[in-house]
């Protein structure tokens, strides 16, 4: 599902099957790791969620 950055975060942050593409993770301006569904392994290159995990933690969650 394609949606915006702020609900890629948003749903990241709900999900428990999160991983990270890399160990390292990616850091923003204030040094904290970014947790979005953009730097999720499980996301595809198409933008979806390979787990489909996406749309049930949106519609939970009211985003």
Known sequence: MRADEQTYRNVAKHCSAYAAKDCRGTTNKAGDTDVSCTTCRH???D???S???FDPIVENHSY
């Open 51 to 53: 787990l489909d995990l």
């Open 43 to 45: 996301f595809t290159s």
């Open 47 to 49: 933008k979806h969620c």
